[in-house]
């Protein structure tokens, strides 16, 4: 049983899963750096344990101390949210090593799918379809050219440590290569310490779909259906939503069946997001596997109408999943749109400052808001500067992008700049509204959206 869980997360994140161990009756712990004193998880939470000075290394990123406190605490369990510790493995085994409920998957798991090469081997015995390229350990020049040569540009390069859209590039044509290996091999060891890369073909209009995924302690597993996330700038996401528009139940049935496949090939347990790309031929293939909870888990939450942190928790303590997959159901259409601190017209340079003015929408049965800040509080240099996530549901994707539309028009924002505007200029762009949806979308529209 978990009689007290321990946040080792900040900001909205943090904040979303204490609202979950209320309801649950669950006792929590928040834990904070010298910048976040006053922050919203701080003052929700039952008790909060002071960590360090503001930059992540000497505060959220303290794994060893944060078991410390949460043992002197009385701790029963740990969850990491997404980003800070969330994927690390080490964490994971600390916690096991302190008897202390690590709420994610097994740290084995954690390790299995953080490398992108390594993960591909997995799921390629598995029978996961895979994009086709080369995921080798052979790694020098010649070998990663020959293997680009062969299967025929374009083709994509890929930091095997990678995230967040870095040590990527793409490659035209042959003579390119040479230049792109090393611009990505540079990006990907300043980023990440490690070179390895992998060779993906490159295909030109794909769409992101994810599967979110979860599975128990005594073999189940189901899937939540989808998310499209093909609305990005430089690999990040903007808009999410569920379900993926115009997508056939033979193929949601299809993913939700490789991705249970792939998870269950790691042994894995938790929540968990098996990523594709959704070519325009419906063929898809896998891409990754986060070993976590997802900033765009909302969506899931309003089309199945479950509580995804709950099914976290009730893994957790070793119980049996809260449904199964017939016992699942999608209805209606739900958005999220990423409400950020960055200036679109300036490459998404983030912005800081005070808040001094924070109007938001106000909250109903379909327009839900996850933040971590109010009116007076700072967004800092030394975390993402996101300031909520509005997640809106309609009973079909007409009704639910008018009422994004209209929850956007809500914000008034003062004291930094925003994305909003562009938000909405998405939102409204008319292969949005028809759902002409690709992970190229930004770049095609460029001119009619910044
Ligand atoms: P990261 O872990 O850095 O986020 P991913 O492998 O998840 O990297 O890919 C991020 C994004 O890059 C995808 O959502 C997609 O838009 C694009 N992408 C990745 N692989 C390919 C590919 N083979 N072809 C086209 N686009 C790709």
């Given at each position: 049983m978990i009689n007290k869980l321990l946040i080792a997360n900040r900001g909205e994140i943090a904040c979303r899963i204490i609202k979950t161990a209320n309801a649950q009756g669950i006792k929590t712990v928040a834990v904070y750096s010298e910048a976040d004193k006053n922050a919203q998880h701080v003052k929700m939470a039952d008790e909060a344990v002071f960590l360090g000075p503001s930059p992540s290394k000497e505060s959220y990123l303290r794994g060893e101390l944060i078991v410390e406190k949460a043992k002197e605490l009385g701790v029963d369990a740990i969850h990491p949210g997404y980003g800070f510790l969330s994927e690390n493995a080490e964490f994971a085994n600390l916690c096991a090593k302190n008897d202390i409920i690590f709420v994610g998957p097994p740290a084995s798991a954690i390790h299995a799918m953080g490398s992108k090469s390594a993960a591909k081997h997995i799921m390629e015995q598995a029978g996961v379809p895979l994009v086709p390229g080369y995921h080798g350990d052979e790694q020098s020049e010649a070998v990663l050219k020959n293997a680009a040569d062969d299967m025929g540009y374009p083709v994509l390069l890929k930091a095997a440590a990678g995230g967040g859209g870095k040590g990527m590039r793409q490659v035209w044509n042959s003579d390119e290569f040479s230049q792109a290996l090393n611009a990505a091999k540079r990006e990907s060891m300043a980023s990440f310490g490690d070179d390895h890369m992998l060779v993906e073909k490159y295909l030109t209009r794909p769409r992101h779909v994810e599967i979110q995924v979860f599975c128990d302690t005594h073999g189940n597993g189901v899937y939540l259906f989808e998310r499209d996330c093909?609305?990005?700038r430089r690999h990040q996401k903007i808009i999410e939503e569920a379900?993926?528009?115009?997508?056939s139940p033979s193929i949601r049935e299809k993913m939700g069946e490789a991705a249970i496949l792939a998870a269950q090939a790691i042994d894995y347990v938790g929540a968990g997001t098996v990523e594709f790309l959704l070519d325009e031929d419906e063929s898809f293939y896998f891409m990754e596997m986060n070993t976590r909870l997802q900033v765009e888990h909302p969506v899931t939450e309003m089309i199945t109408r479950e509580d995804l942190v709950y099914w976290q928790l009730t893994i957790a303590e070793g119980k049996p999943l809260p449904k199964n997959q017939n016992e699942l159901t999608l209805t209606g259409h739900a958005f999220e749109a990423r409400i950020y601190a960055e200036d679109p017209s300036n490459e998404f340079l983030p912005s800081t400052g005070n808040l001094a003015l924070l109007r938001t929408p106000k909250e109903t049965d379909v327009v839900r808001v996850d933040t971590g800040v109010v009116e007076g509080d700072e967004v800092s240099?030394?975390?993402?500067?996101?300031i909520a996530k509005l997640v809106v549901w309609g009973e079909n994707r007409e009704i639910a992008l008018k009422r994004l539309i209209s929850a956007l028009g809500e914000y008034y924002i003062d004291g930094v700049s925003t994305n909003i505007d562009f938000l909405k200029r998405v939102a409204a762009h008319p292969a949005f509204v028809s759902a002409?949806?690709?992970?190229t979308f930004v770049e095609k529209h460029h001119d009619s959206l910044f």
């Open positions: 093909s609305v990005q379900p993926a528009p115009n997508m240099v030394f975390y993402d500067p996101m002409e949806l690709t992970t």
